[in-house]
T-cell receptor, first 108, second 117 residues
């Protein structure tokens, strides 16, 4: 049983394309995190959301608490955006559950 | 320090050896988490500390795994009698969150990659 499901698992895009990664979860949460992991690198927190929408540069994250769904959007994608994007939720019991990640490759 | 620091970054162990992995969280961060990440998978929860108290160790895969945070700052994850299936990246994360339900941004270390031969 996966508490967090992400889609797609793999995504290839042309530079400049608009990208959407989806996350659905099944537990009650206090917050949802979008994380970025580069090959061989550490994990960086992009967003922490509990409601609504957040924007940082070309990245936008939205969450719908009623539908238990979040999306991460990347506008004007660039090859340096190539990474694994992971959705993680912090449950009401303070435990974190992670999705298996979406591997994004942006081709010049 | 400026971020979460983990050591060693890489560890190769012979099957049956004991290993110790260290996590130095961001100063003042109350919550500390350990995760295991197998190749191509998302992180899997191992254990959680709030200050020095280990509040949840339900993710530890066997009694060969042991974690401690005696003074509420640095934490050590110890794996006894390592097996090949223990090979993974072990990630540590910390958060300022002071109580259950407090939302707090999560900061990860670079991870310790363990290879058991």
């Amino acid at each position: 049983k996966n508490e967090v499901e992400q889609s797609p698992q793999n995504l290839t895009a042309q530079e400049g394309e608009f990208i959407t990664i989806n996350c659905s979860y099944s537990v009650g949460i206090s917050a949802l995190h979008w994380l970025q992991q580069h090959p061989g690198g550490g994990i960086v927190s992009l967003f922490m959301l509990s409601s609504g929408k957040k924007k940082h540069g070309r990245l936008i994250a939205t969450i719908n608490i009623q539908e238990k769904h979040s999306s991460l959007h990347i506008t004007a994608s660039h090859p340096r955006d190539s990474a694994v994007y992971i959705c993680a939720v912090r449950s009401s019991g303070n435990q974190f559950y992670f999705g298996t990640g979406t591997s994004l490759t942006v081709i010049p | 320090g400026a971020g979460v620091s983990q050591s060693p970054r890489y560890k190769v162990a012979k099957r049956g050896q004991d290993v110790a992995l260290r996590c130095d969280p961001i100063s003042g961060h109350v919550s500390l988490f350990w995760y295991q990440q197998a190749l191509g998978q998302g992180p899997e929860f191992l254990t959680y500390f709030q200050n020095e108290a280990q509040l949840d160790k339900s993710g530890l895969p066997s009694d060969r795994f042991f974690a401690e945070r005696p003074e509420g700052s640095v934490s050590t994850l110890k794996i006894q009698r390592t097996q090949q299936e223990d090979s993974a990246v072990y990630l540590c994360a910390s958060s300022l969150g002071r109580s259950v339900g407090t939302t707090g941004e999560l900061f990860f270390g670079e991870g310790s990659r363990l290879t058991v031969l």
